[in-house]
């Protein structure tokens, strides 16, 4: 009997939370339209930099951005298209810059590489067709993130990635 009783006095409680939380749900979704589950967050300083290289450079769109009194930018957002997309803020006390790696999509990897360098990226590997069907470069932007483009050039079958990774036999160090 005791915990039938500690069941009913835990439920009164606070019997608006669970009343309160299931209108939410029902009034707002939990994921917000236009956006995904899984979205990076990149800290960095000069964020505003970072915005303008990440629209004019890469093609990303911004959203919204929210600056903060001294200029530095408390969050951004930039949308790449099919939902995908990065949040951004300048470094802080509380949030120290931190680089990131990520690989981006683009019609066409040997102009976006370019165009990357040209704005002061520093190349890590120029475009070259790789065996699992894209075509890729890897470069390190002027913020100290590592970006990997990648277009898409052919469709693998499994069987026929398998026997591409297989010929090339281990990779260098590996003992």
């Given at each position: 009997?005791?915990?039938?009783?500690?069941?009913?006095?835990?439920?009164?409680?606070?019997?608006?939370?669970?009343?309160?939380?299931a209108k939410?749900?029902?009034?707002?979704?939990?994921?917000?339209?236009?956006?995904?589950?899984?979205?990076?967050?990149?800290?960095?300083?000069?964020?505003?930099?970072?915005?303008?290289?990440?629209?004019?450079?890469?093609?990303?769109?911004?959203?919204?951005?929210?600056?903060?009194?001294?200029?530095?930018?408390?969050?951004?957002?930039?949308?790449?298209?099919?939902?995908?997309?990065?949040?951004?803020?300048?470094?802080?006390?509380?949030?120290?810059?931190?680089?990131?790696?990520?690989?981006?999509?683009?019609?066409?990897?040997?102009?976006?590489?370019?165009?990357?360098?040209?704005?002061?990226?520093?190349?890590?590997?120029?475009?070259?067709?790789?065996?699992y069907g894209?075509?890729?470069?890897?470069?390190?932007?002027?913020?100290?993130n590592e970006?990997?483009?990648?277009?898409?050039?052919?469709?693998?079958?499994?069987?026929?990635?398998?026997?591409?990774?297989?010929?090339?036999?281990?990779?260098?160090?590996?003992?």
């Amino acid at each position: 009997m005791p915990k039938k009783t500690a069941k009913k006095t835990k439920a009164r409680a606070n019997p608006a939370a669970k009343s309160t939380r299931a209108k939410a749900t029902k009034q707002v979704k939990a994921i917000p339209d236009g956006y995904v589950r899984l979205n990076p967050m990149l800290v960095m300083n000069r964020c505003a930099d970072a915005l303008v290289f990440y629209t004019k450079v890469l093609g990303g769109k911004e959203r919204m951005r929210f600056p903060l009194p001294d200029g530095k930018i408390a969050h951004a957002e930039i949308d790449f298209g099919d939902k995908s997309g990065i949040f951004v803020a300048d470094a802080t006390m509380e949030h120290a810059a931190a680089p990131a790696r990520l690989c981006l999509y683009v019609k066409d990897v040997d102009s976006v590489h370019r165009t990357a360098i040209q704005a002061g990226a520093t190349s890590k590997q120029e475009p070259q067709d790789q065996f699992y069907g894209d075509r890729s470069s890897r470069f390190v932007d002027p913020f100290g993130n590592e970006w990997t483009l990648m277009t898409h050039i052919e469709d693998v079958s499994e069987k026929e990635l398998m026997k591409r990774m297989a010929s090339m036999g281990p990779p260098p160090g590996a003992a």
